[in-house]
């Protein structure tokens, strides 16, 4: 119903920018609505862990540890969705990936999201 791909990972030195998109298609006789968006990461040997989510109003959701640094946007006419990631850590290194669904509130829980993208791989050398 919903395919979802990522772009813009690579490599980058601390204190850095990168920006990634997450471009949606829909293939739904029924139409589909995107409601929620994020964006999820996984280090080598962590859980995946929510970095931010966005609603169809833009409402926004932050992890603690990238407050302040990452911005979340959308634009709804393209159904794409974008992480600014300024100030790029060490520790920021993972696979980020792109998450959908159509619920309406943006949570930093896996479990909420239906669609998720390949992944594209951010790494932060010191």
């Known amino acids: 119903q919903l395919q979802l791909v990522e772009s813009g990972g690579g490599s980058v030195q601390a204190g850095g920018s990168l920006r990634l998109s997450c471009a949606a298609s829909?293939?739904?006789?029924?139409?589909?609505?995107?409601?929620?968006m994020a964006w999820f990461r996984q280090a080598p040997g962590k859980e995946r862990e929510g970095v931010a989510a966005i609603d169809r109003d833009r409402i926004t959701n932050y992890a603690d540890s990238v407050k302040g640094r990452f911005t979340i946007s959308r634009d709804n006419a393209k159904n794409t969705l974008y992480l600014q990631m300024n100030s790029l850590k060490p520790e920021d290194t993972a696979m980020y990936y792109c998450?959908?669904?159509?619920?309406?509130?943006?949570?930093?829980?896996?479990?909420?999201?239906?669609?998720w993208g390949q992944g594209t791989q951010v790494t932060v050398s010191s």
């Open positions: 829909i293939y739904s006789i029924y139409g589909y609505k995107i409601y929620r």
């Open positions: 998450a959908a669904d159509g619920a309406p509130i943006a949570t930093l829980n896996e479990r909420d999201y239906n669609y």
